[in-house]
Structure formats: C-alpha cells, structure tokens
C-alpha cells in the first residue's frame, strides 16, 4: 500500500523536549546555533544520530560518533515500539497551529527524477550530489530519524477529519528545543478510515490534474530522494519503505515563504553591474547590502518561476568564475548580513504549487520555504531499516 498506517514506529522515551532537534539542513551557516544546542542538550538526543550541513566537512568523525552513539541508544533501550500512525499537532514559536499525520509510504510510489508521473513526487529540483553524504548517514545506523514533510491537496480535508475522528492515545508532549514551540503526539491504530482518505485524495486528483497523484514533497526532498537511493542500490527486507510526516497544503498552520539568495563575493560592484546586465524583465526585486541603507532596485523576470532560475544561473555561474558563495536563507532579516549581498525572492503561493508542478514539472531547487527554519519538522519519531 501506497501508505501504511500500521508500521512499526519508534518514539523516544522521557521528555521529547530531551530529544528532538530540528531538520539537520537549517541554520547551515550558523554552527553557533547546533553548538548552543549541543550545550543545552542531554546525551541521546536526536542531535547525536544526525548530522548538520554546517559540519559536513567534519563528516567522517562526525560520522564515527553517530555510530557510537546509535550502539550506546539501542544498548539503553532509549526508543518505545508502537505500531500505528502518530497525529502530530505543532504550535510554532510564530502563533501557528499545524497537524500533520506520521506514517511509512512505499518507495516505489516515489521518485524524485524530472518528469516523474509516480504517485509521490519531488516539488524542486533533487541536486544528486547532496544524496551521498546522506547515504553515509543512513548507512551509518539501523534507523532513520526523518525530516520529511509529504503535501496533499485535501481541499476537502479528508485525512486530517479521519485523525481528528480516530481514537487516540497520547504518546508524547513537550517543548522543543532551539524555538521549535510545543509538539504533541497521539497514536492511531484504527487505519481504515485513513486508508480511505488516502483513496479518495488520489481519486479527486484524477479530476482537478488530470492524473494520479496523492503527495508532493514539500520538505526533505534530498532525504526522500537518499532512501529512494538506497532502497534501490541497497535494500533490506525494512528500507523500501520510509517514515514521513503528511500535511495538508490547506492547513492554516502552514505558510509558504520565500527563499532568498545571499551571496558572498569579494567585488560586490562587478556582481551588481554584472547582474543588471544579465537579469532583465518588466518586474522589480530588492538587492540588499548593508553599504547602504535603502535597498538597490534591480529587473528581473515577471514570471516568479523564470525570475528564480534567472538569478540563480547568473549567480552560479558568477561565484564559479570569481569566487564566493551562494547561501538560501529565510526571512527579511538574513538579507543584510555583513559582507554579503542579499536578493529578494518572490515565493510561490501555496495553491499554486500543485498544478504548477502537474503541468511544468519540478520547481527550482529552493522555491519555496515551509515556514521559517524553527517551524521545519524535528526529529522524534524513527523507524527501523535493517
């Protein structure tokens, strides 16, 4: 089945507040923020069976110590065993109360390649040379602590009425570290009702898109696309299946925002001019730098998808030929930071992005952003893959 509601689920024991972290690929140019974390912490939290981009050139002891640490957790039995689905409700550090549902999907429904007509696609570009450090990682332990956040497009809101509906019992409650808010979790064993919903959201897709299709990946992306890789390089009798969290895109909790570019470059005029010469079009952005106070206003595309390709191949090709480097970032705030030029992206709306991607295929890689980096998914609930 395209979902299994009644997988094996592992979920941490004592206070879940103990144990999560947030998406190992937030805060990537800010080690201040995972070392803190690291500080605060106690030991076999999430934080030591993962690795954040930020220390990725640290990989190999890094690597040694998640090893470690995932022998030292298994020998002090830190996860309980449930078997069902988990309805998560999370009210962010910014006001929002979102509700998604844990559950395992079949790796054959999904595919992160271009063009992809799988029930389970990628919404941005994968970049296939983020995958083999995450192969290290899932190679490195027999379970996956997963970040990844499945869209549905349930106008009707037939899945999350199934949860609501269930009968539950409480598996967790608690605090999050790093500004995460609070995370509660309720197990569901009662899986019809949800197997139900799940047919008819990809029955109704067949009328609104003119194919099958039951979720997009709206965060994770390169996590998906490294269990995908592995369970067809690799597999086990386990890891043709992997653990996700599905969120109605229809959610008020959940926000789309954009994400914008902050480039490093040791001459900021050359990028200017050089970017006013490349980037044209009838439509305004905001390039940010802290020389000056107001912004500097540059053209680009009208089409917010034609615009984000536009700077980002002139970007690439810029720090390839003189240097630097490219960040994403969220927020208006990370825009000026010192030494580096920040561009305003226009971000993609959420009712936008299903048949967007039906019709033209995957976005740009770094589109669009769940929220700000505090409200990306935390670690909690894992699954076992050998």
């Not at 997988?7 to 941490?12: F, H, N, R």
């Amino acid at each position: 089945m395209i979902v299994d509601f009644n997988d094996e689920i592992l979920v941490p024991t004592g206070d879940v507040g103990d144990f999560g972290v947030v998406a190992c690929d937030q805060f990537s140019a800010n080690p201040e923020y995972w070392n803190e974390l690291a500080s605060k912490l106690p030991s076999r939290s999430a934080l030591d069976l993962i690795l954040p981009e930020c220390f990725l050139s640290e990989s190999v002891e890094r690597i040694e110590r998640i090893k470690a640490a995932a022998k030292d957790m298994a020998a002090s039995n830190r996860f309980d065993y449930y078997r069902g689905a988990v309805y998560v409700t999370r009210k962010t550090a910014y006001g929002r109360t979102r509700h998604g549902i844990v559950a395992s999907i079949d790796l054959k429904d999904y595919d992160y390649k271009a063009g992809s007509k799988t029930l389970i696609r990628a919404s941005e570009r994968t970049i296939e040379e983020r995958i083999p450090p995450r192969v290290k990682i899932r190679e490195a332990i027999d379970i996956e602590l997963p970040h990844i956040l499945l869209l549905v497009d349930d106008r009707e809101d037939v899945l999350m009425s199934a949860c609501r509906d269930a009968q539950k019992s409480k598996l967790y409650e608690g605090e999050l570290s790093g500004g995460g808010g609070r995370i509660s979790g309720q197990l569901i064993t009662e899986t019809k009702p949800l197997e139900q919903a799940v047919d008819k959201i990809i029955n109704a897709s067949i009328e609104k898109f003119g194919d099958k299709l039951f979720a997009l990946v709206g965060d994770g992306n390169h996590s998906l696309a490294t269990a995908k890789f592995c369970s067809v390089n690799f597999p086990t009798p386990l890891n043709g299946r992997a653990l996700v969290e599905i969120i109605n895109i229809y959610d008020e909790g959940l926000v789309f925002e954009p994400i914008h570019r902050l480039v490093q470059t040791s001459d900021p005029v050359m990028f200017i001019d050089s970017l006013r010469s490349a980037v044209k079009g009838d439509a305004k952005a905001n390039l940010w730098t802290t020389a000056y106070e107001q912004p500097i206003e540059i053209q680009v595309p009208s089409d917010k998808i034609e615009a984000i390709n536009a700077i980002d191949r002139f970007c690439e090709t810029f720090v390839k030929h003189f240097g630097g480097y490219i960040e994403y970032v969220h927020g208006d705030a990370a825009l000026k930071r010192e030494g580096h030029l920040g561009i305003e992206m226009r971000g993609i709306e959420k009712a936008e992005l299903f048949g967007y991607v039906v019709k033209n295929g995957v976005l740009p890689k770094k589109t669009f952003s769940l929220g700000e980096a505090e409200e990306k998914r935390y670690y909690i609930e894992a699954r076992k893959i050998k």
